[in-house]
């Protein structure tokens, strides 16, 4: 964890969408956005940080969200930055 940084637990957003389903990546994402906090460390059970890191950055630019969200993996931990 980042010296000085808020660690909170997001919960998976739940979206009835018929057009498209929203993946596993998209929900960390969107609560993301959707907190308050500026920083958040991500843990998923069973992935590593370099993987999440690289699903999460191809939901990013597909979203057109580079100029808002920055994942970066620091001492094996992912983190998300607004």
């Given at each position: 964890?980042?010296?000085?940084?808020?660690?909170?637990?997001?919960?998976?957003?739940?979206?009835?969408?018929?057009?498209?389903?929203r993946g596993l990546y998209d929900s960390?994402?969107?609560?993301?956005?959707?907190?308050?906090?500026?920083?958040?460390e991500v843990q998923v059970e069973g992935k590593d940080p370099g993987y999440l890191r690289s699903q999460l950055l191809r939901r990013i630019n597909e979203r057109y969200l580079g100029d808002i969200i920055e994942a970066e993996v620091?001492?094996?931990s992912l983190y998300l930055s607004k």
């Open positions: 964890m980042i010296p000085g940084e808020l660690s909170i637990d997001l919960e998976q957003i739940e979206l009835d969408s018929p057009r498209r389903s960390i994402l969107d609560s993301f956005i959707f907190s308050e906090s500026n920083t958040v620091v001492d094996r």
